[in-house]
């Protein structure tokens, strides 16, 4: 992959799947909402002017009440209902978030519903349109996610959907404790332990030496607990930790073709 590589750290807005996986949905910056912004707020107004022309004149020859109810009718349409129902359908994305690669998303990261939808819409017609955007943008300015008022009252934010991702190459197996990791009973780690080993040893190479021993003895101390039987003596804790890593990784993608064999037989007979 050509270019530079962009990497999130490890906050409380990644969700971490079973296997131990962060899966972090970067926010979307205030650039590029302004931008996605800018092109919803377009589109909703030539709907508006569009929707009024036509019902104006459907309206002109029945009175001005008429007139009138047709002309709020119109605001509920354009402002509520319109947007509310596109990004409820889309599952968080309008034609200025999809052309900027955004998606909204609640704040757990999951998908948002017509709830969440109806409410940022509601708020929108207010800070977006009747205070010229100037709420929103300050809102999204000060906030670490980019949330807008509306953001905030929906449980919501807006994320990237499109941005380059490389993985770190994965925990190779010290050679001294291959065969020790070969014959060695290494249960399934607890998510956040085992999310918390991996963390340590890519970020290992860029921590002082002092922290860097005490928290590899603090996970390995830990991490002994699921392993049987021990290292052998003298064992580096650091060295230890890649090893469990290694031997899982190993042991699961071994699980893993194993299964998938099983269910290509059954699938062909």
């Known amino acids: 992959m050509s270019g530079p590589a962009e990497y999130a750290a490890l906050t409380a807005d990644d969700l971490v799947t079973s296997e131990a996986v962060a899966l972090d949905l970067p926010p979307a910056s205030l650039a590029s909402r302004m931008v996605s912004g800018l092109v919803d707020v377009t589109l ?32 509920i349409v354009v402002f509520l209902v319109l947007p509310t129902t596109v990004e409820t359908l889309t599952r968080g994305k309008s034609l200025g978030k999809w052309m900027m690669g955004l998606r909204t998303v609640r704040d757990d990261a999951g998908p948002i519903t017509f709830q969440h939808t109806f409410v940022r819409s509601l708020v929108a017609i207010v800070e977006v349109y009747v205070f010229m955007g100037v709420p929103a943008f300050f809102s999204a300015m000060l906030s670490t996610r980019g949330k807008r008022l509306g953001d905030y009252a ?36 607890p998510t956040s332990l085992a999310l918390g080993v991996r963390q340590f040893l890519g970020r290992a190479p ?28 003298g064992t580096p804790p650091e060295a230890f ?28 007979s």
């Open 154 to 189: 929906a449980g919501t934010y807006v994320v990237r959907e499109r941005f380059r991702l490389e993985l770190p190459p994965p925990v190779a197996m010290p050679g001294f404790l291959a065969a020790w990791a070969t014959t060695a009973d290494i249960a399934s780690l």
């Open 241 to 268: 930790l890649a090893a469990v890593v290694a031997a899982r990784r190993e042991r699961d993608t071994a699980r893993l073709a194993r299964e998938d064999a099983l269910r290509r037989r059954l699938t062909r």
């Open 44 to 75: 909703t107004l030539l709907a508006l002017l569009a929707v009024t022309f036509v019902l104006t004149v459907a309206a002109l020859q029945s009175g001005e009440a008429l007139l009138w109810v047709a002309y709020i009718g119109t605001l």
């Open 206 to 233: 860029h921590l002082q030496p002092g922290p860097r021993q005490e928290m590899a003895g603090e996970l390995a101390a830990r991490v002994a607990a699921y392993v049987a039987p021990a290292p052998p003596p």
